[in-house]
């Protein structure tokens, strides 16, 4: 793999593809999130996705795609960290598999480019009629957020727990705002990113020269001030604090538990976190799954996450209804365990084993491996192949282990209770 500047805060990086008959272009624009503006930054992915000025009708732009082969394009917004990132990506076959020798590259990136740099505009701004349908596309969307009860208390967990510093600003939007998205607010919130942005592109089998070329047309008289991607971020210690909300008619409560680092320094790698996690509560031979859900039936489901960048541990849970409690004392009780007895050898190999046959999927798509180098690029840390993950993997300690679980502490509580009676929800 090989990883270029271009420009200021511009960078392309080529990754082997060499294994697979199809090929991939990524765009990731990295920019800084801003409250006032979330709501816009959320629509704007669905307006992008909808054409470009090179093809801005939906339907025309669908037959292009099935006319090179069943080309997929994809445009998308997550977080990383308390930063952005807006996605276009393309996948489709090789160059020397065009039946009419086409140079599917060069429409491959004229499609990605195009939707990310030569928006579909009328009179300068976005298409008003656009911007409507995906205003009510996604006010679906957050309504739909309360039906999905697991969903629903994680993130009111997350409100609670980040109120108001930037690492709760909502991927999602705000409904509230939703009227104050236009045409014009949308171009505003697309010419922010595009200025501010830190621009990746990623070239998966494709012809990284021709990519390279297109990019920089694109981007020639663009005005842009890169920044530097935000600092990582803990939320402080606090006293735990418990809220609970009560539901009719529901028949499994939620329970999900908060923790935080206290501190953003001395992070530890991802490697040990993510070993870390899976003797914690994200295998099927962790301690959460073992004891929590297995032997003591105190749940449906128990796992834990954990975000380097922001600082913070999840346990989310499904129990009985009355149960909370219970199962509360008894995620706690299995962390105070492994921060302060011991953490055998076969718990660690069996978590091990898991994590390294994740790290041999990574090679069977393009996505997977496009996701694994970004993931580096995010945290400013020199390429290497998944094997080397599986060394770092295989060198992980259970006292490393032991150290990152016990730099948490237990913020916030939030727990869905039933109310009455009704169908499971």
Sequence with gaps: ??????????????????????????????????????????VLPLVLERGYAGCPDMTELSRKLARLYGADLGVDQSSAGIDRVLTVDICGIKDRFALDGENLTREYADIAFGTIFEPYLIDGVFDPEAVRIEKESLARRLDAEFNNKRLYCVRQARRKFYGDSPAGIELGGYKSDLPNVTPQTLKAEYDRILSLASIDVMVQGADPALVEELLLQKLAGA?????????????????????????????????????????PEDLPSITVMRMAMSVFGGSTTSRLFRNVREKQSLCYYCGSSALRATGVMMVDSGVEPGREAQAEAAILKELNDLCTGPITEQEMDDCRRSLLSSL??????????????????????????????KVLTNAVTADEVREVLQSYHYSVGYTLTAKGEGENA
Excluded at 232 to 246: D, G, K, R, W
Excluded at 378 to 389: F, H
Aim: charged residues 25%.
């Design 223 to 263: 005005a842009r001030s890169p920044q530097r991607f935000a600092m990582p971020l803990a939320m402080p210690v606090i006293e735990t604090q418990h809220f609970s909300e009560e539901i009719p008619g529901l028949t499994q409560a939620k329970l999900c538990m908060l923790f935080t680092r206290g501190t």
């Design 1 to 42: 793999m090989e990883r270029k500047k271009l420009a200021p805060g511009v960078f392309i990086t080529t990754l082997d593809a060499e294994k697979f008959n199809r090929c991939r272009i990524t765009i990731h624009l990295r920019y800084p999130a801003l409250r006032r503006s979330a709501t816009d930054a959320a």
């Design 360 to 389: 041999d999927s990574l090679g069977d798509s393009l996505g997977g491996l496009e996701s694994w180098y970004y993931g580096q690029i995010l945290r400013d840390e020199a390429l290497a192949p998944p094997e080397y993950g």
